[in-house]
Each structure stands twice: as C-alpha cells, then as structure tokens.
C-alpha cells in the first residue's frame, strides 16, 4: 500500500529508531537538562571559558565527528523507500522467495547517484547515474547494484582505482569538479579502447536525465538464477521506468546546475510528496547455457550488452517509491549497498569487474560507516532475524548473551546452526572450474569497437547530434593535443561521421581508415534511442507566466487539465507581490522571473490578457525564459492574442512556418480566437517530451 509521508515505515529498525521532535527540554547525551544552551561556562561575564564546561565539551566534541568519509564514488546521491510486488510466474525462473508471491510486499530502499562529484556537487552532471536497490526479503537483504547505463568502462575491476583516478578532479589542484572534460580522463579512455562502448552511453542523452524517475536501470553484469529444482539460467537485470526514459538538453543541464543544484533530488521529493509515486517494471533479459555459447557476446564482458531486440526483457514485478526518507544522513547516506548481498536463487558469474566489487564494497563500508557493525545500523537491517557468532567491535548494538560465541559448541545445545540442504540455506550454484593460474582476458573481451557502433547507429538523427556535440565539449576542455586526438582515432574505428564530425568541431582530421560498419550479427536496436514519444506526464513541471491582468478563465482551464494528469505547475510574475488577474482575483506567484529560469520546468504557458502581455513586452527575462524554452526545443504554448511575445523572444518561427499545424508539430502551441484547445494541445505536445528536431534552435539568443 502507498504510504502518507509520515505514516509508519515498513522497515521495523526505522520505525524503532524515528524520532518525533522532542518539545520537551533539551538534555546532554546522558539525559542530564541544560539550565542554559546558549551560554558557556565563564569565570565572570568577560572571563575565559572553563575547561570544566562538561555541556560546551560534548556538544563540541559530537559536532567535531559530525562528518563521516563521503563514498569514494557515488557520492552525490538521494533515495527514497518504497515497495517491490512480483508478477506471477517467475517460480520457473529463480527460487527467489521475494519474487514469488504476487500478493507480497517487499520494502526497498533505493538510491540515485552520480558517480563522479563530491557530496555537494550538482545533479545534473555529465555523468552515469548510480540505481542501488536493497530488497529487504524474509530471505535477507538483496542488493541490486546498478547503473542507468547499462555496460561498464572496463572489464576488469583491477583497473577500477586507475579508472576513477582519472575521472575524479585532478589531484594538483582538485579541478574540475564532477565533470569529465578534463585531460586525465580523456587520457585514461584515448588508451582504454574497451571503454568506447560506455563513453558511446555517457555521452548521449542518458547521462543528462530529466529525471530520477525517467531512468532506465541494470544490474550490468550476467548473474544467474536458479529455481528450485536447481536449474540455473544466465539473467541481465533490467529496471524499465513507467513515465519512459528521458533526458535534458546540455545547455539546459549547464544553467539547471546553477538554477538548481538539487534539481534531480527535489524532483524526486517532490513527485513523492505529491504523491506522484515513481514505478519501475523489474525485468531479466533470460538465457540459457546452450544459447549463451551460441550469442557472439562473452556474457563475462561487462563492457557488451545482449539486445533487447536479440532476448527481450521478461517482466518480473514492479518497485513503487513511496516514501521519502525522514533523515538524510541516518538513511541515504548511510545506507551500504553490496553486490554480494543476495538470497537464494540468485547467483554470481565468473564477470571479473563483479568479482573485484564483491570485495570492494564491504572494505569501503568499513572505512566510511566506522567498522565491522554497519549491518546493525537501522536502514540496514534485515527484516529477518539475524545470528551468528560475529561479536563485538566498534558501535555494536546487540547485546548477545550467554557464553557460547562459537560453533561447534556442547555447552549451548539450543546455538544457532547451519541450515544445511535444507530449503531455505544459500547454495552457490556448483560450477566447474579448471584453469591454469594467469592474468588475461577471453578473446571475445577484444572486440572494442562493435557495439559501439551498435549504439551509434541505433540513435535518432537529433540523438547523435548531441552525441557528437558533447565529445566536441569535453575534448574542447582538453589541453594536450594528443589525447583529443587519440580520441578521434578511437571514434574512426566506431562511425566515420561521428568521427569527422567530432574532428571538425576540435578543428583535427579524422585518420582515413575504412569506415566501419555494423557487425553483422546485429540489426540496429530500437530500444537503445529514448526518444519513444507518447508516454505519461505525470510528476511533470509548467511555467506559466501570469503578470498583471492575465487571462483567469485560460489558466484556470490549464491548471485543470493539468491538475488531470498529475502535471504541477508554477505561476511566475515579475515579483512575489499578488497579481491581479482579468476577473480581479487576488493571486500569489510561486516564482519570479528573477529566481527561477525556464531550464526548471517541462513546458512554457504564456496566457492572453492585455494589460499582461503589454507588461511582459517590456521584460528582456520573459523574453529569455521563451527564448530558452524553445531553444530547448520544449513546448510552449501561448494564449489568446498573446503571440507577441513569441515575435518579441526573436525565435526563428519562420524556419518551422507560420501554419499553426506546423507550430504544434513542433511543439508550438497558438492558441486560436477562443483558446479552447490550448490545454490538451499543451499537453499532447508534452507527451513527446521534446522536439529535437526543431529547426532554428542553433540561431537562438538564450
Ligand atoms: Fe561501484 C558504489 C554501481 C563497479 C566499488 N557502485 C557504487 C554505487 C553504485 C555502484 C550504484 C553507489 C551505491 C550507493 O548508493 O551507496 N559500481 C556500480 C556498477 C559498477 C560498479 C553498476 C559496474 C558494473 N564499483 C565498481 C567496481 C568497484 C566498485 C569495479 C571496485 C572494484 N562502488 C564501489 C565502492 C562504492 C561503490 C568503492 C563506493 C561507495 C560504496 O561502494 O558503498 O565500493
């Protein structure tokens, strides 16, 4: 069941540890009441302070630990809770208890992240974005770690440290931040060919996504499932967004990191708080061990996908976030998500990045979360009971009794033992292994280039455009020749375009090699494009500009359709001061044109009225607040008798043509004499997200 904020969390640590704000009196830590919280302990009024000030000290001293390490990836992030119900049917593929029973609810806590920035740096970053789910089972705690993209920048996870250095600022002078145009980032990739593939996924639209809610997630590596007559099949995880896959426009992520750094994180607050719930379809991409040797894929190399097209995603059940998280660092920052964490009927494979990872994560949490006890931190707890005979160390909250603290032991008979091959007990699946003892790769790791192209090819013309656009951006932002051009070589082997293209904008010649082609076991991939127009707008944002005497019956028309479809919106005026509307009501803006700009919202609505289209005429940021939204391409709409500040934001309306079919084909909404149409036009046009195709957008001033 969906929750009210506020309402008890399914998650019984939590619910134990909440704490209402306490109107009582404030106390020490040992429980002991302050006389006075605002003064120390002074030998006379004007005298020093005294050592022996025992309240000053504490307080102090826990303000001085505040601060624990930041994650040494990921560690811009924000989560929310929510629920996990499984379809019917997928007894036949894993006997993962969680994912049996329709009628069952499993809590999840999720986490969203960029993977470069530091804690404080800005959403919208150039960057992959981290898709962490804790399953809390009757089972125990499954963790499915994963990305918005879904392959990986190398193949091996002893070259992760190397990878992350060079993507990190650069360590003389820590700049820049949470960006990946700087040399040593390039550098590391112009020499990493087995990279190509990611930095194809990092630089198209995916790593500037609308929204937390409008990702795509994957688990990257094959794992297994097993059932329970102990078949086991390869699967890849698949989390499918309902509201469709959506990005922002890179003009747009630049201005939206100043306008809002925490656009992303309060976008997914707010949709929750509105009760706008997120949901995702979780899927597997299923194959079996025959048809795995035949796939020209090394389903061991996170650097390759299995197309969709080639093995469609089965359906598995739905995740709905639900509730927001009541104290940040307690929960998001403390949450400690492990590949390793996971129940019976799902199983590693032989991937050697997964391999380096099911090590890494418990070794971080140990430094970040203070030692060996993390699991005993509320967001971390299992909802099923725990034992063993792990003891002590620092922080530890249990308080086990007895004197019996191994196994096997005579003198306690009732100890906890192992369960055995009796159901229920984790078995790793039996596979062989027999090898010689070296450091190399399987062949197949070698072919670097091939679905790249795959990619590539499977964009929309516009996609591939601001693919290209963002290698011209972030090699501009390198300083050493050789490393841009060592970049350009590398795109040669991908797409003669794109490389030419590439090389144009860094004024470089591509090198004249063949240009390559699509390897013929693939056909390009639809489902590798986001642009799949026709999805909901729900949890979306309008602006509409409504200054002095604006039109009441047309904006209260779209606030109502709006209002259908789960779409909020902001009225913006000059100033916070109430307008007046054409009937004479009294309304309050949410926004200004000075503290917000058209990069925060997914739609512009400019409403008739005289008084108030002769009054924003006048105004050069209601002009740049169209200008940017139409060079954006997002829709806009106007009301009646109020397309002057179209001619006023100097848009190259004349490049699309001056048929007001031709307008709303590209998102461009007039309204006629009566205005009747204008809502559902505005929202028909917000269903394609955007109109990347719009001509004129480069000749914008915005
Ligand atoms: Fe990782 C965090 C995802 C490769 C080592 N990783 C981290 C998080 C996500 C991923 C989503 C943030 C979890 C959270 O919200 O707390 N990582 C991935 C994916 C990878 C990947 C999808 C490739 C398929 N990671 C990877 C490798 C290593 C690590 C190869 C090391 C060998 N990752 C870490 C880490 C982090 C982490 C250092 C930092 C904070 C944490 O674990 O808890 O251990």
Redesign the pocket.
């Known amino acids: 069941m969906p929750q009210k904020p506020g309402a008890p969390s399914d998650l019984p640590a939590i619910e134990a540890a909440r704490r209402e704000f306490d109107p009582v009196n404030i106390t020490t830590q040992q429980g002991l009441k302050e006389s006075d919280d605002a003064n120390s302990l002074k030998a006379g009024v004007r005298g020093p302070s005294l050592l022996q000030d025992f309240v000053l000290r504490e307080k102090i001293t826990h303000f001085d630990h505040e601060r624990i390490p930041e ?5 811009r ?1 924000a ?1 929310a809770h929510g629920v996990f119900q499984a379809y019917p049917g997928n007894e036949k593929y894993t006997k993962a208890g969680f994912l049996q029973d329709p009628a069952k609810q499993t809590p999840v806590f999720v ?3 960029t ?1 470069a920035g530091s804690r404080g740096s800005a959403d919208l970053a150039r960057d ?5 789910v804790k399953f809390y089972t009757d089972e125990g705690n499954f963790d499915l ?3 918005n ?1 879904p ?2 920048f ?1 193949q091996d ?5 190397d ?2 250095h060079s993507v990190k600022p650069e360590p003389n002078n820590e700049i820049p931040q949470a960006a990946s145009a700087h040399d040593t980032f390039w550098d590391f990739i112009s020499l990493t060919p087995e990279s190509f593939h990611m930095i194809m996924w990092v630089m198209s639209d995916r790593a500037i996504p609308r929204s937390y809610r409008m990702m795509e997630g ?4 094959t794992f297994r499932f097993i059932n329970a007559a102990g078949e086991s099949q390869f699967i890849k995880w698949h989390w499918k967004p309902l509201l469709g896959t959506h990005g922002v426009a890179w003009d747009e992520a630049l201005k939206t990191n100043g306008a809002d750094p925490d656009f992303h994180r309060r976008d997914l607050w707010e949709a929750i708080e509105n009760g706008v719930y997120p949901e995702w379809e979780l899927g597997v991409q299923i194959i079996s061990e025959a048809d795995a040797a035949k796939l020209k894929i090394d389903l061991l190399d ?1 650097t390759k996908i299995i197309p969709e097209e080639v093995i469609p995603v089965t359906k598995l059940g739905k995740m709905t976030l639900n509730r927001n998280p009541d104290n940040f660092f307690a929960e ?1 920052e403390q ?5 390793g964490h996971v129940v019976p009927g799902i199983d590693f494979t032989n991937d050697p ?2 391999a ?2 099911l ?3 418990t ?3 140990l430094l ?1 979360l203070g030692g060996p006890n993390f699991a005993q931190i509320p967001i971390n707890r299992p909802v099923c009971p725990v034992h063993n005979f792990q003891r002590d160390g620092f922080s530890q909250q249990r308080v086990d009794m007895g004197r019996v603290a191994y196994a096997p032991s005579s003198l306690q008979t009732d100890a906890p033992a192992h369960i055995g091959k009796l159901p229920g007990g984790y078995e790793e699946f039996p596979q062989k292994a027999d090898g010689e003892f070296l450091r190399a790769k399987p062949e197949l790791f070698a072919d670097h280039y091939s679905q790249a192209t795959l990619f590539y090819v499977s964009l929309t013309p516009a996609e591939q455009k601001h693919l290209q656009n963002a290698l011209k951006f972030e090699l501009s932002k390198c300083d050493t020749l050789q490393v841009r051009e060592r970049v350009v070589e590398n795109l040669a082997h991908i797409d003669a375009e794109l490389a030419g293209e590439v090389a144009k904008g860094l004024g470089l010649v591509a090198p004249a090699i063949p240009a390559p082609k699509l390897a013929p076991q693939y056909k390009p991939s639809p489902a590798l494009s986001m642009v799949h127009p026709g999805g909901s707008v729900a949890g979306r944002k309008v602006a509409i500009i409504a200054g002095e005497g604006h039109d009441a019956a047309e904006v209260a028309a779209l606030q109502a359709a709006l209002k259908a479809e789960q779409v909020s919106w902001h009225l913006i005026a000059p100033t916070l001061a109430p307008v007046k509307d054409s009937k004479g009501n009294s309304v309050t803006p949410d926004a200004t044109l000075e503290n917000t700009r058209s990069v925060l919202y997914d739609a512009v609505f400019v409403p008739g009225g005289k008084e108030h289209i002769d009054g924003l005429r006048l105004l050069g940021k209601a002009k740049a607040f169209v200008a940017e939204a139409f060079m954006h391409c997002k829709p806009i709409a106007v009301g009646v008798n109020a397309a002057a500040v179209l001619d006023d934001a100097n848009l190259p309306l004349a490049d699309i043509g001056t048929d007001p079919q031709a307008l709303k084909d590209q998102g461009i909404v007039v309204a006629d004499s009566t205005g009747k149409s204008v809502p559902q036009d505005l929202l028909h046009a917000m269903r394609f997200h955007r109109f990347w195709d719009r001509p004129g957008v480069d000749k914008v001033a915005a």
């Open positions: 994650r040494i990836v990921h560690a992030g989560a986490r969203f992240s993977v992959a974005r981290g898709f962490a770690v994963g990305n993209i392959v990986f190398i996870a002893i070259k992760f440290p990878f992350v994957f688990g990257v590596h996170p998001t949450v400690a998500f492990h590949p990045l997964l380096g990872r090590f890494s994560y070794d971080t949490q970040r």
